[in-house]
């Protein structure tokens, strides 16, 4: 079994939906350089092997103002090797991911994101790969599927989820040793769904 690293996880995955701009920072300076392309907020992550859960290791910070920076990298460097600047996306999380079963071969999973995925655990499975048909009626299944209809005010490009399960039901068929997949998460605005942070894991 292997682990791929962020970066290498965002490479398998770049196919599926558009990656969040990011950068791997030596030091503040590249991150002020970063930040003046994306403006703030700005995320910087800590990178490393060790660190699974990065939140709970805390090693995820959103940096409001330039102020702030040097001082959140220097943190940062002292949790892992490497740090990466990202820009925050606005918008409304949502997950999706492959497994590898034993009897269905390679499910493809679609939820919704933040508290909801840990507390009422809402997703749905279908065997790869699948239509936007399927795709359609996966989100359709979900108990929080009014949020993707904009139930909380906010507009929301539904047809990037569709477009994004699709083509991640397509991996399998190339990349048979995917053994988990997991995009947690995939940040939908009015305008794009946006991929946050991916996990793979090979045979
Ligand atoms: P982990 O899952 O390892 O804890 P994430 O990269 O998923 O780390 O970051 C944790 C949470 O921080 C995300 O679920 C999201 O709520 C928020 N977050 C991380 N990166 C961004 C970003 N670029 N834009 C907006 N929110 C982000
Ligand atoms: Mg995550």
Redesign the pocket.
């Known amino acids: 079994m292997s682990v791929l690293d962020a970066a290498a996880s965002a490479e398998f995955v770049k196919g599926v939906a558009p990656i969040?701009k990011h950068i791997v920072a030596k030091n503040a300076g590249d991150v002020e350089r970063f930040a003046a392309r994306v403006g703030y907020p700005l995320?910087l992550?800590a990178l490393s092997p060790r660190?699974?859960?990065?939140?709970?290791a805390g090693?995820?910070r959103?940096v409001h103002a330039p102020q702030q920076l040097e001082k959140e990298f220097i943190a940062l460097r002292k949790l892992a090797p490497h740090v990466l600047a990202?820009?925050?996306?606005?918008g409304s999380?949502f997950i999706l991911g492959l497994k590898k079963d034993p009897t269905f071969g390679h499910v493809i999973l679609a939820g919704i994101?933040?508290i909801y995925v840990e507390v009422y655990k809402d997703v749905s499975f279908r065997v790869c790969p699948i239509t936007a048909r399927d795709a359609e009626a996966m989100l359709d299944d979900l108990k929080g599927t009014a949020i993707l209809a904009g139930a909380r005010g906010k507009k929301l490009r539904k047809q990037a989820f569709i477009d994004a399960l699709v083509k991640l039901s397509k991996l399998p068929a190339t990349k048979k040793t995917i053994s988990e997949l997991d995009i947690?998460?995939f940040?939908l605005n009015d305008k794009e769904g946006v991929i946050?942070?991916a996990r793979v894991i090979l045979e």
Do not use: M, R, S, Y
């Open positions: 969040a995320v992550k660190i699974v859960h990065k939140t709970e090693a995820v959103i990202q820009e925050f996306v606005k999380e994101g933040g947690n998460p940040i946050v942070d």
